[in-house]
């Protein structure tokens, strides 16, 4: 207990900006992009960025067709109960954005767009390609209406290339990517990764695209468009891969468990008596204490050690390891993990040094020391029911500005009023008249 | 003007690079740590890589290539791929003669960057706090495993202590067989390295309207997380302890990899509506068991996949990969060659129309193959240029930037390595 209390005031000393003595105490009141507007026009291939960009301050604003977006639908869901306010998969990427409902294919719809496009600074969409041009609403279009304007366009292949129309969804862009090659084992099909981690590092490439055109829009005044592939994105993750291909003419294959570095390669995955492992073996001084750390505990339990013909481990070069060392090492330390928990493993492992890492679940991340001592986690009403759930609170933390998470995704056109009323002053009537219309 | 004829430009510099002007320190080491500083260098951003030759970055330690040596550390092609667009000073931060110049080049600097084990900058005498004393609107980076704070700061880690320890790992793989990972592509270490220079230019601006620098603390732990969210949420709300399910997804069906014509070849289908799969069914040319009931409907064909992806085989593998792929995209229907380094490196027509690669020519690798960054800004497009020998440019910071004369630069020689 006093171990967590100590760990805390570290985190709110940090926080606070008190770490050092002398420092001031800054009010944290502002985020770093506060003022600042998106429109967010994208389905589940963009929404992580929108959701960056408010955590980042940004006011964000979800526009949706009338009835929600189509990703609303996407489970699972809040009580396995299909319903667009409770998709868990739609909460957890739209956190802190406000949404409308406008429908973009209708005209008066299109032009309320437009009027939005004034004062806003960003655009996000991810529709087909010259889906916003047959709207009317190319960044052509866009820019004459505000010469300041970023559109940010996230698809599976970009806005430009003989794919450039292809259809296709997170396990496509991983395929053609060349990530889905490199992940799996030898004797099955190549397998995805966990939930969407394309999409995901593609909308954060997005959100660094933005930002990067943003920068240069507030020194010149010129805004443009910002092109993001899916593909392109999983296949800049292949650098290794690559140059065994320039080099070497090497395929580097998925190996399940295993890393396969070429000439330097070894298990990185190990069963443990209640779940999975993460240890990478190093030479050289960034592994030697590691690896001595690990060799000694290996004895101290007991089981016999072929790690211990090391004497000197900041000598130790991985490119020497023959496969028949490999193999008896990789017995050594699958025997050796096999005997412990993950706690133990979590726990001593941390106190001895052997750098390695337990694969947590969603259970054990409730229960994250680690992300307790930084408060990591913040609880959001999901509306008027007693349901309290945690996300995340933040990306990063700042001495200076708060940029944290802090409103549940919004309800289907839960600021509908606000908008088009109190901003674009249309009266009870208008807005009667369009939702008639099906156009907000 | 630098040795090789580009010039340096200033603050309102070039209207063609999106962050002329900017100056980063660069601390930065391994992949996260390469990234971080690159994407800035890459679009413009003046990015000083310190290094020592006696502690060199892991990256120009590795051997993964026949081309890279135990004894040259300028021949190692990763390090190339992750450090482009980079300047390189060497120096040997025990030596007392080097504060001077590192003192110098915080003066000079907007930003600093940095990604070793939390507390390690300090020790080595250029903590936020000893960098904010000398410029109090320095904007400093720290990208670390875990963060500067908590049970495990101090913990080390790598690529995939982030997949682990988020949950990544866990969600990865078969039912039925351990985890797994990429065998040699990096996750967590990617999508940091664009936190953090994300981060800095959402700070850069912020600077720019109020005058104030600040420090960030960002680790792969924390942003990963954000990643399956979705997983997380549907443990609270519904006690759903999601784990590994091979390529099937709860809203698509089939959704799959699929053996095609030839070694190892492979293509990946995804069946979202039921329009698509009228469509899929028409590709395969309507066989009769696409008129089953218990393939009627995503919620059947989800109950009968095991029985489902086995039919979808029996069809692609008469085929290539590419074909399956450009019959079914004809049709309406996603799908894609899971295409391996060779296709990304040679064939792929829409990554070489989009310039995935651009060939730089480096002193001792010759000319070679670097990604560009892929996001790309249309009016302000990237500038990649070759990753630097180590300390390559060590003079040019020193007589140049920092003004030093050639006196002082050669009193400070000993420390430079």
């Known amino acids: ?440 | 003007m630098l040795s090789n004829g580009e010039k340096i430009v200033g603050k309102k510099g070039s209207a063609s690079q999106a962050l002329a002007g900017v100056k980063v320190l660069d601390f930065g080491w391994a992949v996260v740590g390469g990234l971080s500083g690159k994407y800035l260098g890459d679009y413009g951003a003046q990015v000083i890589r310190v290094e020592s030759a006696t502690r060199p970055d892991l990256v120009r330690a590795t051997q993964y290539v026949s081309i890279s040596s135990t004894n040259n550390l300028d021949d190692k092609p990763w390090f190339n791929h992750i450090n482009s667009s980079k300047y390189s000073l060497t120096v040997n931060l025990k030596d007392s003669l080097s504060q001077s110049v590192m003192d110098r080049l915080i003066r000079w600097a907007d930003v600093v960057l940095e990604n070793y084990t939390p507390g390690t900058i300090s020790r080595m005498g250029y903590g936020y706090e000893y960098i904010r004393k000398i410029k109090p609107d320095i904007i400093m980076v720290s990208g670390s495993a875990y963060c500067q704070t908590g049970p495990l700061a101090h913990d080390w880690g790598v690529d995939g202590t982030g997949a682990t320890s988020s949950g990544r790992l866990d969600l990865t793989g078969w039912p039925d067989r351990s985890p797994v990972n990429p065998s040699n592509t990096t996750y967590g270490d990617s999508v940091l390295g664009m936190i953090n220079p994300m981060v800095v230019i959402a700070a850069l601006d912020y600077k720019r309207r109020t005058g104030k620098g600040q420090y960030i603390d960002a680790g792969m732990l924390d942003v990963s997380i954000h990643q399956v969210t979705p997983a997380f949420l549907d443990w609270q709300a519904n006690r759903h302890l999601q784990t590994r399910a091979g390529n099937r997804v709860p809203n698509a069906s089939p959704h799959g990899v699929f053996p095609c014509k030839g070694e190892d070849r492979w293509c990946a289908i995804a069946v979202f509506t039921q329009e698509e799969w009228e469509s899929f069914c028409r590709v395969i040319g309507n066989p009769t068991w696409t008129k089953q009931a218990k393939f009627a409907s995503l919620k059947s064909r989800k109950s009968n996949e095991d029985e489902l992806e086995p039919k979808v085989s029996e069809w692609t593998k008469n085929h290539s990969a590419e074909e399956v792929m450009s019959l079914m995209q004809d049709a309406g229907v996603s799908a894609g060659v899971v295409q391996n380094v060779q296709d990304l490196f040679e064939r792929d027509p829409q990554l070489k129309e989009r310039k995935f690669l651009v060939s730089l020519k480096h002193p001792v690798l010759g000319v070679i193959k670097h990604p560009t960054p892929p996001y790309k800004l249309t009016k302000t497009e990237a500038r990649v240029r070759t990753s630097p020998c180590i300390g390559e440019h060590t003079e040019y910071i020193c007589t140049k930037l920092l003004g030093m004369t050639d006196q002082e630069f050669i009193a400070l020689l000993p420390c430079l390595v």
Not at chain 1, 64 to 87: Q, T
Not at chain 1, 106 to 119: E, P, Y
Not at chain 1, 169 to 194: F, Q, W
């Open chain 1, 1 to 440: 207990m006093k171990k967590e209390i100590q760990n805390k005031l570290t985190y709110l000393l940090f926080v606070y900006g008190l770490v050092c003595e002398g420092q001031e105490r800054y009010c944290m009141t502002e985020s770093l992009m506060s003022g600042f507007r998106a429109l967010d026009l994208t389905d589940e291939k963009g929404l992580i960025c929108g959701k960056i960009l408010a955590a980042l301050g940004v006011d964000t604003i979800k526009i949706e067709p009338p009835g929600g977006e189509p990703s609303r639908y996407i489970p699972p869901f809040i009580n396995d109960k299909v319903d667009p306010e409770k998709s868990l998969y739609w909460l957890a990427a739209n956190t802190d954005k406000r949404s409308i409902t406008l429908n973009l294919e209708t005209r008066a719809g299109v032009d309320l767009f437009r009027k939005l496009v004034r004062s806003a600074d960003f655009v996000l969409e991810s529709f087909p390609v010259d889906h916003m041009a047959n709207l009317g609403l190319s960044y052509q279009e866009l820019s004459q209406i505000n010469p300041r304007i970023i559109l940010t366009s996230i698809t599976p292949f970009g806005q430009v290339g003989p794919y450039s129309n292809y259809k296709g969804c997170e396990l496509i862009a991983s395929a053609m990517g060349g990530v889905l090659e490199n992940t799996g084992d030898p004797d099955r099909p190549p397998v995805k990764e966990a939930l969407d981690s394309c999409y995901f590092h593609a909308n954060v490439a997005a959100a660094l695209g933005t930002l990067t055109a943003h920068y240069y829009r507030e020194m010149s005044g010129v805004g443009q468009q910002v092109d993001i592939s899916v593909q392109e994105v999983a296949a800049s993750r292949r650098t290794i891969g690559l140059i065994g291909w320039e080099f070497d003419k090497l395929l580097l294959k998925r190996s399940g468990p295993l890393n396969q570095f070429g000439r330097q390669s070894f298990r990185w995955i190990w069963a443990c008596k209640d779940g999975y492992v993460y240890w990478q073996l190093f030479g050289g001084l960034h592994g030697a204490s590691a690896n001595e750390a690990l060799s000694r505990w290996l004895d101290e339990d007991g089981i016999e050690n072929p790690l211990r013909e090391i004497k000197n481990w900041r000598e130790f070069d991985m490119s020497t390891m023959t496969r028949d060392r490999s193999e008896a090492w990789e017995k050594a330390i699958s025997r050796f993990f096999l005997h412990h928990t993950k706690k133990e493993i979590a726990e001593e492992g941390l106190r001895r040094g052997i750098h390695s890492c337990v694969a947590n679940n969603s259970s054990d991340l409730e229960r994250l020391p680690q992300l307790k001592a930084r408060d990591y986690w913040t609880s959001l009403p999901h509306g008027e029911s007693s349901l309290n759930l945690l996300y995340p609170r933040y990306f990063f933390l700042s001495n200076v500005t708060e940029n944290f998470i802090k409103r549940l995704a919004p309800f289907i056109g839960k600021d509908n009023n606000v908008i088009y009323g109190t901003e674009l002053g249309l009266s009870d009537a208008e807005m009667t008249a369009l939702k008639e219309l099906n156009v907000i």
